[in-house]
């Protein structure tokens, strides 16, 4: 019978990747409800090593494909070994990291393996009456959620975005070796060459790591309508992110963006500055800890949400802000 | 060289609004479009096209038959012929089934390359490309950049978060777009006036049940299912503070952030 509850742990150049550990706590959570156990499966080139941390992070066993096929990601290799690993140990669940990797290997795999997959879960839950995994994710640009299960086949598939499960602590683990699964690749299953790879021009910022994000919208107006609020972010020891329109207008890198087609991000403060707040962005935002909103419109849907919303022109009130909180920083290092 | 261009008909999401009354989406009057991405993987072929004047293009679409009218925009940008897939049987088909069925499409006609979108904007699953490849057992490059064709093999700029990799790939394979890849032209006068003239081929179930498993197409052969739908619950509400001068609305923001130990 399938059993217990698998995480694909996402590595790059033998880097793990931070959203696998995130889904190590959730399927810890669904495991304990389920009565069953945390997997993780770690695939990659010299990668065994690692393999303790994920012990670390709660894995209760954690399963590995050493192997050179396994160096850089390439659909078919990666696809065989995690078809492997599921023929071998047939899970109940299966979670992947919903990044450029998780979405190219996971509907791969599930097509090979005929089951279903849920794309970009916002939720999971266990349903208490049949131990059907719940499913949830918004659809329609994040105007709707919907709830969705795989009643008939296994293992249940989903893709979790990164940023949206909680990092869980790290103990002390009794069990540090990995059970070593072998896959006997082709030399043809390398049917994608990789000629070159190439880093990304800017360097790029992972704005789901910070703890605090000053987001322009439109009334920033342009690319050097970003300088204030780089200077809020740094007293505020936080990055600058961006609605939609800011990256399309090409007034800041791809990679602040928070939305349904950017990035998902939870922050403990997430300033929103003449952000409207499409439906969009607030997918991408909401579950932030404190929303603080300034706009000049009263009215709009980011002031509706936002846990504190101000009525005012970001260009005046984001730098006399910065020269503010300067002053009360000082002020607070005075009375020490 | 036959390439295939699959495309969806999806609503303008840009255009849906939550009637703040009922929480419901209203849908009226949303105009529906050819997803983004799938457009720009018509631009992008019609210019391999342009470079390999022998190279056809086949636009794909499956969905009931008003998708006919992206069909003949896709004609009207200069696309060669068109696949209608369409058909009772299919409806509420996950993306698994889905894949099964525009693959059995796709292998009935037979193309070297099939582009599709990276994700569709209404249900943004970035699934059925990959699907399609692995039901047609062939290569996929997906998040394509860049695509270009030398001989019998694609090379393809592949974005992930934190580099590309250069890529290449023996024909037949299957390269997901993303709207970086190309900037759809628009349709020209002589193109629509074309457009009315060619024929879109419909394919039906009896056209395609040599090809898939009845049991694994519509809402019953999918292996996933909708449970619920909801639109989200609106959170309590925050304090909103109007008519402040630019000073007082500093000072009251300091004051909070300073309650919360933000600063």
Redesign the interface.
């Known amino acids: 019978m399938s059993k217990d509850v698998f995480v694909v742990i996402e590595q790059r150049e033998g880097h793990v990747q931070k959203v696998g550990l995130e889904l190590l706590g959730e399927a810890q959570k669904l495991a304990a409800v389920l009565g069953e156990k945390v997997v993780a499966i770690l695939l990659g080139s010299n990668i065994t090593g690692k393999a303790k941390m994920l012990y670390e992070y709660g894995a209760d066993k954690v399963i590995v494909v050493d192997d050179p096929m396994l160096k850089l990601y390439v659909t078919e290799p990666y696809a065989k070994a995690l078809t492997t690993v599921i023929g071998l140990y047939d899970p109940n669940v299966v979670l992947f990291g919903a990044s450029s990797i998780g979405r190219d290997l996971a509907p791969r795999v599930a097509g090979r393996v005929h089951t279903g997959l849920t794309a970009d879960c916002t939720k999971l839950d266990v349903d208490a009456e049949n131990g059907l995994l719940l499913m949830t994710r918004p659809a329609f640009g994040g105007n709707i959620m919907a709830t969705i299960v795989c009643k008939n086949y296994r293992p249940q598939m989903a893709t979790v975005r990164p940023g949206v499960m909680k990092m869980p602590e790290r103990k002390e683990a009794a069990e540090c070796e990995p059970e070593i699964v072998r896959v006997a690749f082709e030399p043809s299953d390398m049917n994608v060459e990789i000629m070159e790879v190439l880093p990304k021009a800017t360097k790029s910022v992972d704005i789901t790591e910070a703890k605090v994000l000053v987001s322009g919208g439109r009334a920033v107006g342009g690319a050097e309508g970003f300088e204030p609020l780089h200077k809020l972010a740094d007293v505020l020891g936080g990055e600058v992110a961006s609605s939609r329109v800011g990256v399309d207008s090409g007034w800041i890198e791809k990679d602040r963006q928070v939305g349904q087609t950017g990035k998902t991000v939870r922050p403990d403060l997430y300033v929103a500055c003449g952000i409207s707040g499409a439906i969009q962005h607030l997918a991408g935002m909401e579950d932030s800890e404190f929303i603080l909103a300034i706009n000049k419109d009263a009215t709009c849907p980011m002031m509706e949400i936002a846990d504190l919303g101000i009525q005012g022109d970001i260009k005046k009130i984001v730098p006399k802000l910065t020269e503010a909180i300067t002053k009360f920083k000082a002020s607070k290092a005075v009375d020490k | 060289m036959k390439i295939a261009v699959c495309i969806k008909q999806v609503?303008d999401?840009?255009e849906?609004r939550?009637d703040p009354k009922t929480n419901t989406?209203i849908r009226d009057g949303v105009p529906s479009i050819i997803n983004p991405d799938d457009k720009s993987g018509i631009e992008s072929a019609l210019k391999i096209k342009e470079e390999n004047p022998e190279a056809t293009v086949t636009v794909v679409c499956m969905g009931p038959p008003q998708a006919d009218v992206a069909l003949r925009e896709a004609l009207a940008m200069g696309c060669d012929d068109a696949i209608l897939i369409s058909g009772r049987e299919f409806g509420g088909s996950?993306?698994?089934a889905t894949?099964t069925i525009i693959a059995s499409g796709l292998k009935k006609v037979g193309f070297d390359l099939i582009i599709t979108g990276r994700q569709a904007?209404?249900?943004?699953?970035?699934?059925?490309?990959?699907?399609i490849?692995?039901?047609m057992k062939i290569?996929?490059?997906?998040?394509a950049e860049e695509l270009k064709v030398e001989g019998d093999s694609v090379?393809v700029?592949r974005?992930?978060?934190?580099?590309?990799?250069?890529?290449?790939?023996?024909m037949p394979?299957l390269v997901t777009a993303l709207s970086e890849l190309a900037k759809p032209r628009y349709m020209t006068v002589r193109g629509i006036i074309d457009a009315y003239e060619k024929n879109i081929t419909v394919l039906g179930f009896d056209d395609l049940k040599d090809m898939l498993n009845p049991e694994?197409i519509g809402l019953n052969g999918?292996?996933?299912?909708?449970?619920?739908?909801?639109?989200?619950q609106?959170?309590a509400?925050?304090?909103?503070?109007?008519?402040?001068t630019?000073?007082e609305?500093?000072?009251?923001?300091?004051a909070?952030?300073?309650e919360?130990h933000?600063?």
């Open positions: 609503p999401t840009t849906v939550l989406l996950d993306t698994y894949a904007i209404d249900g943004d699953t970035a699934q059925v490309g990959p699907q490849a692995e039901q290569p996929q490059i997906s998040y090379i700029k974005q992930f978060e934190d580099c590309y990799h250069i890529v290449k790939a023996k394979c694994w999918s292996p996933t299912n909708v449970v619920q739908s909801f639109t989200k609106a959170k509400k925050g304090t909103k503070l109007t008519g402040l630019d000073d609305a500093v000072e009251a923001i300091v909070k952030l300073d919360l933000l600063i």
